[in-house]
C-alpha cells in the first residue's frame, strides 16, 4: 500500500473533538512531535471520514479503538456480534502513513493518550486509532502517539464496542448517511439495550447487554484460559 504525506501542516495547536454518543471528549493533537499523525488525523476529520464510525474493539484496562471504514453501514449490535466476520479492524482509508514512535520524542502512553493502530508493519497506520485506557509503557517502542486527552476522559473509559462517533451536521447531505434515513432505508432489528435515532443518525446504548442478550456463540471458558495467562 502507497504512503501518503499529508497536505496539512500542523502549527501545533490543534485540538480534536470527538462526539460520541456517551460524550464529548477534547484531545490536545501533537503537530509538532508527529506531524504525519495529526496531518493525517485532521484531514480525514474535515472530509468527514470519521463520521457515523464504531469503536469496534475494547480491551478492559487497555485500549478502546476505532476508526474502522468497515463500520459505518453496521449497527451497533452488528458491530457487537458480528465485527470480525465483517471486518472490523481491517479498513483503511486506501493508504498508509510513515511510522513516527522512533521520531516523537514524547511518544508516551498515558491515560487519556490518543495514538495511530496498524499491523506488523511499522507503517501500516491509516485512520484507526485508540486511546489508552491507563498507562499502557509497552507501546511507547512501536505505535505513534498524536494527542494526549485534555477533557472527557470519562467519557472515554464509558465507551463500548458499538458507540458511535456522531455525525457533524456538515457530513448529514452525503450520500451514504442520506441513504441511512431514507423512507427506503433498510429494515434493521433495534436490540431493547439500544435507543436508535434514525434521523439523528445517532445510538444510545440504555443498558449494558446481558450475556442471554448476545445470541452468538461465545466459548467462555476459552476467555476464562486467555485472562488467567
Not at 490543534?14 to 462526539?19: D, F, Q
Not at 471520514?49 to 480491551?59: A, E, I, M, P, S
Not at 521520531?103 to 493518550?113: F, I, R
Request: charged share 25%.
Amino acid at each position: 500500500m502507497a504512503l501518503y504525506t499529508p497536505e496539512y501542516k500542523p502549527n501545533g495547536n490543534e485540538i480534536a473533538v470527538l462526539t460520541t454518543s456517551k460524550g464529548t471528549i477534547r484531545v490536545q493533537l501533537a503537530g509538532n512531535d508527529a506531524p504525519i499523525h495529526v496531518g493525517n488525523f485532521v484531514e480525514l476529520s474535515q472530509k468527514g471520514y470519521y463520521d457515523g464510525l464504531k469503536f469496534h474493539r475494547y480491551v478492559p484496562g487497555f485500549v478502546i479503538q476505532g476508526g474502522c471504514p468497515n463500520t459505518r453501514d453496521l449497527t451497533p449490535e452488528q458491530v457487537i456480534k458480528e465485527g470480525s466476520r465483517r471486518g472490523c479492524g481491517t479498513g483503511n482509508p486506501g493508504y498508509s502513513i510513515h511510522e513516527e514512535y522512533t521520531t516523537n520524542p514524547n511518544n508516551v502512553h498515558k491515560d487519556g493518550t490518543l495514538a495511530m493502530a496498524r499491523s506488523s508493519n511499522p507503517n501500516s497506520a491509516g485512520s484507526q486509532f485508540y486511546f489508552c485506557l491507563g498507562a499502557q509503557p509497552f507501546l511507547d517502542d512501536g505505535y505513534t502517539v498524536f494527542g494526549q486527552t485534555i477533557e472527557g476522559k470519562d467519557v472515554i473509559g464509558q465507551l463500548r464496542v458499538g458507540d458511535v462517533i456522531e455525525v457533524k451536521e456538515a457530513s448529514r447531505s452525503a450520500a451514504c448517511f442520506k441513504r441511512l434515513t431514507a423512507e427506503d432505508a433498510p429494515m434493521v432489528t433495534v436490540p431493547t439495550w439500544l435507543e436508535r435515532d434514525k434521523n439523528a443518525l445517532k445510538g444510545t446504548v440504555t443498558r449494558l447487554p446481558a450475556r442471554d442478550d448476545i445470541d452468538m456463540p461465545i466459548e467462555e471458558h476459552l476467555i476464562v484460559e486467555l485472562y488467567s495467562k
